[in-house]
């Protein structure tokens, strides 16, 4: 069993102004079909389009609000409402228009993209 602390991990920012930080709760050295991370967007920021390599991903928003954009539609995602699923190949962009941080649990599977974020610069 692993088991992480969100307050107590590591957190990595996004190399983009006003981007997101990332807490890699679980990664290829924990699991090698699954990452968990905890991402967190500022009031204001946001995530350009990207996709996620060769992981599928499951979003999970657990406070605020983020805007996800894909193929020209915007998705609000609120926390305790839904559950967004973005297959391997599809480029998505991420904002949080609200004026407090908003926050995500990130499933990857499996877990390669979680190294991209954990190569971003440290907080």
Do not use: K, Y
């Not at 983009?16 to 709760?25: C, E, I, W």
């Not at 679980?26 to 090698?32: G, R, V």
């Not at 904002?95 to 610069?121: E, H, I, T």
Request: aromatic share 2%.
């Amino acid at each position: 069993m692993h088991v992480a602390e969100i307050s107590t991990t590591r957190r990595h920012r996004a190399p983009v102004p006003d981007g997101p930080t990332a807490a890699v709760l679980a990664a290829a050295e924990t699991s090698d079909r699954v990452a968990v991370v905890h991402m967190e967007l500022p009031p204001g920021g946001a995530m350009p389009e990207h996709d996620h390599g060769l992981s599928e991903i499951v979003l999970i928003p657990v406070a605020g609000a983020v805007e996800l954009r894909h193929n020209g539609q915007v998705r609000t995602l609120e926390a305790g409402t839904v559950a967004t699923h973005v297959a391997v190949g599809e480029r998505v962009s991420l904002s949080n228009p609200g004026d407090a941080p908003a926050s995500l649990m990130v499933v990857a599977s499996p877990p390669q993209f979680a190294d991209r974020l954990a190569g971003w610069s440290e907080v």
